[in-house]
């Protein structure tokens, strides 16, 4: 019997992969920013750390906490990093929909 | 006898008129003099202003509405702006009275005071959103959620202007209360839930 796959589901996976493109620079304003621009849709910062502190307790991600900075009005940033976990989940989550997606015709170009 | 008479008269007018020409005379100098003098003063403390101006915003300091004044004369309404800009951003409580700032501006640097309004809006998100936001949160996020809206609001400001700016915090705020809420009954259920289990077992 092979061990139970983690799913993400649909706002996990693009925050996760949010966090992942940030690498480095990855804390709530800017995977904001970039949630919201990937999917075109002004994304609430509740949300976006309700989610995150969701992946963080799943085990997906880490956080600590970085400088405070004058533009921010003095407050610190909490930066996020995916962890191996994370990863085999996007990973996981991925392959589940590749699998289900082969062959299929949606009909229409998707480019 | 009596031309002497006459003579002494003319005489007498004669000097009357002259002495009250260079009367006259001497006051529009004495005046023309007070006049160069006061633009000389002027002009001298205009340089002053305009030099210390430099230096404050030079170092990051906001120069007082005056020199803002005298500076804007001098080196015109954009130059101003980029100068104090950065340092508005150091110093957000200055400027606060408009009223005040343009009794003592020329009436050119209208524009520059609603640039000045805007630069100090853009550093301080609404009060009452932040209020708000600083209720449906928990502890441990007070103080990262409000740094990135405060930070993401500078942003909005700088590009789509400070009242589009207010709208999106507000935006903000009220989007984020649901998820806040949802989070802080899962908690209470899981607290209630675990307290109820202990007192099975």
């Given at each position: 019997?092979?061990?139970q796959k983690d799913y993400l589901g649909h706002f996990e996976e693009i925050v996760l992969l949010a966090v992942l493109r940030l690498a480095e620079n990855a804390y709530g304003a800017k995977i904001r920013q970039t949630v919201a621009e990937a999917t075109e849709r002004d994304v609430s910062i509740g949300a976006v750390y309700a989610t995150l502190d969701r992946l963080e307790r799943k085990g997906y991600l880490k956080s600590w906490q970085g400088e405070a900075t004058p533009e921010r009005g003095g407050r610190a940033k909490r930066y996020f990093k995916v962890v191996g976990a994370?990863?085999?989940?996007?990973?996981?989550?991925n392959g589940a929909r590749n699998r289900l997606t082969h062959g299929l015709d949606f009909g229409f170009d998707a480019t | 006898m009596r031309r002497e008479l006459t003579d002494m008269g003319l005489r007498y007018l004669s000097w009357l008129i002259i002495w009250k020409f260079e009367k006259v005379q001497l006051s529009r100098?004495?005046?023309?003099?007070?006049?160069?003098?006061r633009q000389v003063h002027s002009n001298e403390a205009e340089e002053n202003i305009g030099s210390a101006f430099y230096s404050k915003a030079g170092q990051g300091q906001l120069p007082s509405i005056k020199m803002v004044s005298a500076f804007y004369q001098r080196a015109g309404q954009g130059k101003a702006v980029s100068m104090i800009l950065p340092a508005l951003d150091r110093k957000k409580s200055h400027y606060k009275d408009r009223k005040k700032a343009q009794r003592h501006c020329v009436n050119d640097i209208n524009a520059l005071l609603i640039r000045y309004q805007e630069a100090k809006i853009i550093a301080e998100p609404p009060r009452c959103g932040e209020r708000i936001l600083l209720l449906i949160l928990s502890k441990?996020?007070?103080?990262?959620?409000?740094?990135d809206l405060t930070e993401e609001f500078a942003q909005i400001a700088a590009k789509h202007g400070a009242r589009f700016a207010k709208i999106w915090y507000y935006k903000q705020?009220?989007?984020?209360?649901?998820p806040m809420?949802?989070?802080?009954?899962?908690w209470g259920l899981l607290v209630s839930a675990w307290a109820w289990v202990r007192r099975l077992i």
């Open positions: 019997m092979s061990e994370g990863v085999q989940a996007l990973n996981d989550t | 100098f004495l005046r023309e003099m007070n006049s160069n003098e441990e996020e007070r103080i990262n959620i409000p740094g705020v009220v989007g984020s209360a649901w809420i949802q989070k802080a009954i899962r």
